[in-house]
């Protein structure tokens, strides 16, 4: 498997491609911008977008789908059943195969209310429920609260060297954010 991120500066948002070792299908997490960049990225390395994942509906976490779809005959996956006109196949909390990748789908409230986390072996995509050296931002205590007890539960549970690639800044680990998150985030 390879990974690649690609930085939009529209929104400030990572977007991240996932292939095999020798081009073929491929997905795309959160496209939010579709560049000459990201094009080039795909194309150099022989791969063709088929599967769109979007780990919550904010536009500058889906904003490039429309134009990925002119290019590319690929099927777009989300909590909902459509992005703003965008059809979209619904996911619930399990595992799904995407050609030769399992993918584990987890649901991770308080941010959004169609906040997703993808696991991909050791590497969770997060979205915005979680960044390096923070929490996600949610429109109310409950939703806050929602968001730090759903943390806890469903990924500070997993192996503490899971690698977490967040909607916006670097990557970091588990252990690292949990860390951070029990001194700092938990007593705000």
Do not use: C
């Not at 969770?124 to 806890?152: M, N, Q, W, Y």
């Not at 469903?154 to 860390?179: M, S, V």
């Amino acid at each position: 498997m390879k990974l690649f991120n690609h930085f939009a500066a529209v929104g400030f948002s990572n977007t991240y491609l996932v292939g095999g070792d020798s081009g073929g299908e491929a997905l795309l997490i959160d496209p939010g911008v579709m560049d000459v960049s990201l094009l080039e990225l795909i194309e150099k390395n022989s791969y063709y977008i088929r599967y769109i994942l979007i780990t919550h509906s904010h536009w500058n976490h889906f904003g490039g789908v429309n134009t990925l779809l002119k290019i590319y005959d690929a099927q777009v996956y989300s909590a909902r059943n459509n992005l703003e006109e965008i059809p979209s196949m619904e996911l619930k909390e399990g595992t799904y195969k995407f050609s030769s990748m399992e993918i584990e789908v987890i649901p991770i409230l308080g941010h959004s209310d169609d906040s997703l986390v993808f696991r991909i072996g050791n590497f969770f995509f997060t979205g915005d429920v979680l960044s390096a050296g923070r929490t996600g931002t949610a429109p109310d205590k409950i939703s806050r609260d929602t968001l730090f007890l759903e943390l806890e539960e469903k990924l500070f549970t997993r192996d503490p060297h899971g690698i977490l690639l967040p909607g916006h800044g670097p990557p970091t680990t588990i252990k690292a954010e949990t860390q951070l998150y029990q001194k700092y985030e938990k007593h705000r």
